[in-house]
Nanobody, 116 residues
Framework: QVQLVESGGGLVQPGGSLRLSCATS????????MGWYRQAPGKQRELVAV????????DYADSVKGRFTISRDNAKNTVYLQMNSLKPEDTAVYFC?????????WGQGTQVTVSS
């Protein structure tokens, strides 16, 4: 059974930090490109960050560059998103994604709310 389970979301003040985790099972994690996406009310789901296999090359949306860091722990089959200097516009449901040519799996999402 394929499972992607996000955790770590919550309410944080502007300028604060959160660390999201996505625990996976049922996939070949080390050979899956992993990503974080987010969707705010009334907006389309957008790519936040992605980390590849092998050398673990990363890429980020322009809006989060310098503030967010994606990482993966292949021993734990888990991908992380460290979010610093959070802004109200970061408020969204954050989704974990696992992708290979053969599949494209999504978690249920975790809510991140940035508000004073």
């Amino acid at each position: 059974q394929v499972q992607l389970v996000e955790s770590g979301g919550g309410l944080v003040q502007p300028g604060g930090s959160l660390r999201l985790s996505c625990a996976t099972s049922g996939i070949i994690f080390s050979m899956s490109a992993m990503g974080w996406y987010r969707q705010a009310p009334g907006k389309q789901r957008e790519l936040v960050a992605v980390i590849g296999t092998g050398l673990s090359t990363t890429d980020y949306a322009d809006s989060v560059k310098g503030r967010f860091t994606i990482s993966r722990d292949n021993a734990k089959n888990t991908v992380y998103l460290q979010m610093n200097s959070l802004k109200p516009e970061d408020t969204a449901v954050y989704f974990c994604n696992a992708r290979r040519i053969e599949y494209d799996y999504w978690g249920q999402g975790t809510q991140v709310t940035v508000s004073s």
